[in-house]
């Protein structure tokens, strides 16, 4: 991807932002000209970058949207619901657009007919709006496809093609006359033409001036054969011509769903690989900076030791500058580290920001009344934690919007307040980051937790009646639990809570839910502030050394042989008056253990799925900070290794996933 | 010659070429009041098509060439000239 267009993605989703966030404020508060101003400074910037770039769809949508916005500003249009509703429609779209175009470099298929039923409904808000007649808007550059979608219309609809729509603009040259070219036989030659419009490329002279061999005119077109064979009958004329699909939508939505059935993909969301752009505060650069200038006078310090070291200086002269000169570096070394991860850290704002629209819009479809507050948007993690929480995030804030939110009059007799009160919290708790979501509502029942555990069989049934409350809340997080049943368009796309879990577990944290019958539910994320730096534990297996992250590891013990039960083809050992499975580490590897199980085992007590397990290892070795780099390329999909990591002697030390080799 | 002038009415039969042009638009220039024939038309050549755009001159409609009676006819008899938009800078 050119350099260009990552500028452009990168910008376009901050005035994606920005229209947003001022549509918001706009609804809230309608009266305030700033809000308004905002949004469209953003909606105008953004179409002038879209200009930049050949996505004439999006820059007809954006265009609407700017005369809206500029209406509204007039004051020839009413702000209404109406319009705030048709312009975030707009924006989100847009931004779905962008996460297409990064993906893919262009827009999807059907981006010409959505684009268009866009600006046509934008448009029609600026008809309804304005009491005199609607000033005539000068159309972009693409106004034309859209003039000549509608000329063509009834033929469009007439001819039930499967094929999208090509638009032709063709403006022959001058001169073209005498190159031979006959511009009206290459239309002719246009398969399947469904509309044309004629005009000229330059207003026309007095009837006295006009020359007959400069060729003045402008043809515009539409077919619905396919782009290619439309392209060859241009071949000859690249320069001169200008060819659009624009897709149809039945052809744009196979499944035949309006936009709004069809299952829209997120885009926008950050995918595992996400975006490698980063933008960084320049004052965190600065600090760099200064730190590689001191790293310089340290390396000046130790070449003058270096020389003099040669000179037959005094030892103990030379052994103290040595030590010096290391302390120093040292601390160089230090403060580098933490600056170049200061430099991965990233505001929560950044993604907590995009959560207001997306419970809008979720509040809006299954009308329910939210209260949606966010605290803590300052609050800091590295960046791959933060965007990493924007789709469990919103998995969630579904959740609590389509179970958690009673309807209105069941609240108020409950002496609630009618809006449901949903809070989105942030903070930091030691070397750790907090993502809370309350919410008050009607909270979770332990009894049909466990009732719905057992139905779909996702525990056995005495498990279950042993748990706590507590415990059997947990439940929700296990796969199974929730079925496709319950998935609605909303907390769709298949994900579960245990997807949930699953997310947050790959970025180094645990989720919990606290309840309360009838008074809400919390639902918990405690993540790394930096998954960077991993603190793992190596342990001993068959002569081999392996990493494990000690996040997971509660604690360790030494189990004697004779506090190990069989349990048929398992093992089971009793701690603390408490019955844990035993698994060995040699057996989840498929190797051969060195210890010897008569004399007892090394056990490492980990927590797997909010369960506690013991694994057995041959032996425990030292704890370290590692910087643990994920598997790529064919070693990508390796079950059960999160990682590997350089040690100090060159070898590689494999950091393994002990949930994933149990489950 | 695929462009001649009968009375009052100037006919364009056959192909018509990028030649044809210039004495259409002289006839046309003489005497606005002519009327073009294009039944017996089967290609119009853009320079003849663009003398016709310019000048607006009745139309005998009808004719044997669909491509001509389909999409070019229509544009010459459109009620008010129908100049595409100019591209915004």
Known sequence: MDDLLQHFIVEARELVQQATDSLLALERESTIVAHLDSAFRAVHTLKGSVGLFDFAPMALALHAAEDLLGALKGAEARIDNDAIDILLECISQAERWVGAIEQTGQLPRDAGEEGYRLARALRSQLDEGSAQAAPIVPEADVGWINDLLSAGFDRIDLRA???GLIAIRYTPRAD??????????LLR??????????????PLPLAAEIDPFSCNLRIEALSCAGFDAVKTVFRFVPDQVAIHEVARRDTADPHGDGPHGSPVRDTSAVGATGSRTLRVDATRIDRLADLVGEMVV???????LATSSGEGTDRNDLVQGILASQAVIERLVADMHRTVMDVRMMPMRDIF????????????????????????EDVEADKSVVEGLFEPLLHVLRNAIAHGAEPENIRLEAGKPTGTRIVL?????GDRVIVEVSDDGRGVDPASIRQVALERGVAPRDRIERMSDAEAMELIFVPGFSTASEITDLSGRGVGMDAVRSAVERLGGQVGVQSVLGRGTTIRFSLPLTIVMTKVMAVRVGGETYGIPIDGVLETAFVPASRILPIQEAEAFVLRDRTLPLVRLANLLGILGNADPGRGSKVLIMSVGGERVGVAVDGFAERMDVLMRPMSGILAGTPGVMGTTLLGDGSVLMILDIPELIG | MSVRLNGNIILLEGQCRVEDAEPLLGWLQADRSRVVDLTDAEHLHAAVFQVLMALRPSIKEGGKDAFIREWLIPVLTAAAPSGATQPEG
């Not at chain 1, 809006?364 to 939210?370: D, E, T, Y």
């Open chain 1, 161 to 163: 093609h499967n094929t």
């Open chain 1, 176 to 185: 073209c006359f005498f190159a031979g070219d006959d511009p009206l036989a």
């Open chain 1, 189 to 202: 030659s246009v398969p399947d033409l469904v509309a044309v419009r004629m005009g000229n490329r330059e």
């Open chain 1, 298 to 304: 340290a390396k000046n310090s130790l070449a003058h």
């Open chain 1, 353 to 376: 920001r995009r959560f207001p629209r997306a419970v809008r819009d979720t509040a809006g479809q299954l009308g329910k009344l939210i209260d949606f507050a966010m605290e803590g």
């Open chain 1, 425 to 429: 919290r942030a903070r930091r708790e």
